[in-house]
């Protein structure tokens, strides 16, 4: 039996998690936000090992528009796709969740997890779903902040039935609470109506608290209050919002999540009992035990790993395009002609190619930037710039794509290549989103490279062991074995982008002309000084 502790079960940014149970698999979708392809779900035989199952869609619209491809200075950080609600019924898989820069509603369903999935914009915006199928397959979604609404829909899922039900089931008090009643997540269990919702107490000790209220019918009072407070001894952080799933033995979980900094949102995984009013009661009297079981449905099974190693051998669909691994995703809507798999100049081996798409003021509007995840508490990477086809203004490298970045990168100025460090500063140390910028960053320190030397190894160090989020930069040539330091930043979870900081892989021009760059041989480890 797997031993789940009250660490994070995934230590990376994977937020407002929903969980079902497909017979002897679990399946869990997150939000991913601005990143594509999006709705990746994950699979599980024991709720403690995951891996990657699939992505719901390559991009949310068929046809994107600016500020979802990332042109002339629009952007969607911060929205996207949020808080997605995953069900099966009767044989298929449904996805429902919104996107505020659209501010519409999504649906999508499959009768596999692998796909296709088929996609249906809904009359409606459903904030924070939670879709349900009822013993008579009507369907509800219940949805809201504060006022928390029951609403039936149409049976094709369609939009709002209109003579159905609709009605506030729960209402916060907003003179009591920093943040209202959100993140819904409804079922029914042995014949009584379960609601599950998140809120922010006042006060001074006050944090992100889950709260559960059952009633007997649709139509009936729902009652109930708190049900988990606890920040696991990390920074008032509570453990809150997700869902709750059985398994096959009659014992039931809460996959919550808790904010850990810079690093993002993480899955908590919490048992679940009801007591004799039977109302839930999580872990022990509401706190998160710090060990405790679950069952392995699947002994033996070998997950793949959600981050790892990549030489970008990638494999091609039936068109002959490459396809990234799953670890991978791209900063909004990639421009598919301006990457692509080609081999290094000196050996020849596998490369991810950059061209940048259109000029940039700075990497956080730099197209067909790719994206992983970092991993909590620690993680080192490295990667490969072959800096030989920039241009003048163009700028290649890795970033710690965060809206106060840091990226350590190639550019060529006056046709003449530097390593530089450049970051963007944090206006302040709490949550509070930072102001638009258009403006390029703050360089820290710049090295010229030696004529005929294009090829610079970087490294990035994310450490959170030690109370803060920090984030340490180096490079070396072909020509050296020493890492030289680049220098230093502290990273912050900020809600104008409203995700955990991924490594990013760039290339972009601050003019319009057009450069090239080569990437080749990724490393993440979780082991400091393997790299």
């Known amino acids: 039996m797997p031993a789940a502790t009250n660490f994070p079960v995934i230590p990376m940014d994977y937020p407002d998690p929903d969980v079902i149970r497909v017979g002897r698999t679990y ?17 599980s035989y024991d709720l403690v090992h995951w891996e990657h199952a699939a992505f719901v869609f390559a991009t949310m619209d068929d046809a994107p528009n600016e500020a979802q491809r990332l042109e002339n200075t629009r952007h969607v950080y911060g929205s996207g796709m949020w808080a997605g609600s995953l069900r099966y019924h009767r044989g298929r898989f449904y996805v429902l969740f919104i996107a505020n820069d659209t501010h519409r509603s999504y649906l999508f369903t499959s009768s596999d997890i692998d796909g296709p999935w088929r996609r249906q914009k809904m009359q409606g915006f459903y904030y924070d779903s939670s879709l349900f199928f009822d013993d008579d397959d009507r369907v509800y979604v219940v949805h809201g902040n504060t006022d928390i609404h029951l609403t039936e829909l149409l049976a094709d899922c369609s939009g709002p039935a209109p003579s159905g039900l609709d009605r506030v089931v729960v209402r916060d008090d907003p003179a009591r609470v920093r943040l209202g009643y959100e993140g819904s997540h409804f079922y029914k269990i042995n014949g009584l109506y379960y609601l599950f919702v998140i809120h922010w107490p006042h006060g001074e000790n006050g944090r992100r608290t889950e709260s559960c209220f059952i009633s007997e019918s649709l139509d009936g009072a729902f009652t109930g209050g708190d049900v988990c407070d606890d920040d696991m001894g990390y920074r008032r952080a509570g453990v809150a919002q997700g869902g709750i799933v059985d398994d096959l033995h009659g014992n039931w979980y809460a996959m919550l999540f808790q904010d850990r900094g810079a690093a993002g949102r993480m899955p908590v995984l919490v048992p679940v009992k009801y007591g004799p009013d039977r109302l839930p009661v999580f872990g022990d009297h509401g706190r998160v035990p710090r060990v405790f079981r679950t069952w392995d449905n699947n002994p033996g099974h070998r997950y793949r790993p959600l981050v790892g190693n990549d030489d ?86 890795i970033v710690s794509l965060l809206s106060a970045y840091a990226t350590a990168e190639i550019t060529r100025e006056d046709g003449k290549l530097y390593v530089r460090m450049v970051v963007r500063d944090a206006c302040d140390t709490t949550l509070d989103a930072m102001p638009e910028d258009r403006g390029p960053g703050r360089e820290l320190v710049r090295h010229a490279l030696a004529p005929h030397c294009t090829r610079v190894q970087f490294k990035v160090i994310y450490d959170s062991r030690h109370g803060t989020d920090t984030s340490r930069y180096l490079f070396r040539t072909d020509r050296e074995r020493k890492w030289t330091e680049l220098g230093e930043h502290d990273l912050f979870w900020k809600m104008d982008f409203f995700t955990g900081c991924r490594i990013g892989l760039f290339c972009y021009s601050t003019t319009d002309s057009s450069s090239e760059c080569r990437m080749s041989d990724f490393t993440i480890s979780t082991v400091p000084g393997s790299s």
């Open 27 to 43: 399946y869990m979708i997150t939000t991913t936000m601005h990143f594509n392809p999006g709705g990746e779900i994950l699979r």
């Open 312 to 397: 970008f051998d990638w494999p091609r669909d039936d068109s002959g395009a490459p396809q990234p691994k799953a670890q991978w995703e791209w900063n909004h809507v990639p421009d598919s002609r301006n990457w692509r798999i080609g081999t290094t100049h000196d050996e020849g081996k596998p490369c991810l190619v950059f061209t940048s798409a259109g000029a940039a003021p700075n990497v956080v509007y730099a197209r067909n930037t790719l994206t992983t995840r970092i991993v909590y508490p620690y993680c080192e990477s490295t990667i490969t710039v072959d800096g030989h086809g920039l241009a003048d203004g163009g700028h290649a490298g």
